[in-house]
């Protein structure tokens, strides 16, 4: 029973550590700087961190002259990952 029980143990942690989720490096006003830069003047009207696979990313919501955009930045590297205009 101990040697099963260690094994399960073992088994649990290496399952933990696959789908451990990375810390963000990239803030809120990091993510927030990347899409002013990218669209100057907008507003952004919604902004949340998530994760996808483990990874963090903002998911969020701009709009300017009336058009809105929709994007994902990756919470790790600082890239923008998607980015839709709607029309």
Known sequence: Y???RQMCKET???LE???AVQQPKITREQAISLIN???PGCTIIELKLDED???PEYEGE????GREYEFTINA????????????
Do not use: F
């Open 2 to 4: 101990r040697r099963q």
């Open 12 to 14: 649990v942690i290496k």
């Open 17 to 19: 550590k696959e789908h």
């Open 37 to 39: 830069e990218k669209l």
């Open 53 to 55: 696979d483990g990874v």
């Open 62 to 65: 701009a709009v300017l002259n």
């Open 76 to 87: 790790v590297t600082g890239n923008i990952t998607e980015w839709e205009i709607e029309d």
